[in-house]
């Protein structure tokens, strides 16, 4: 009995190495009118193929904030989750600097 406990703790810590670590994006708040939901906008640089020029990509991401927390313009870090809703696929995960207007 002992003995299966054992192996089965190792086969779900060998199952979580697999699926490996959550990804983890860091944005700013745009929108946090919704009930439990906050709409981040995360700005990435990206080369472009042909001119070779670093041009910078923005995408909006909803955003599960379960106690309410984030406000608009604050810096927040997002990982991604199970799907909550249809457009839902991240939860907050803390809040990293705070907007300093009123």
Do not use: C, F
């Amino acid at each position: 009995m002992a003995n299966e406990t054992a192996t089965k703790s190792a086969a779900v810590q060998e199952n979580a190495h697999v699926r490996g670590v959550r990804q983890e994006l860091t944005g700013v708040v745009t929108s946090a009118k919704m009930q439990k939901t906050i709409v981040v906008k995360v700005i990435r640089a990206v080369q472009h193929p042909l001119y070779h020029r670093v041009v910078r990509h923005a995408k909006k991401y909803y955003a599960h904030d379960e106690t309410g927390e984030a406000r608009v313009g604050d810096t927040v870090r997002i990982v991604s989750t199970r799907p909550l809703s249809k457009l839902k696929r991240w939860r907050l995960e803390e809040v990293v600097a705070r907007s300093t207007r009123a």
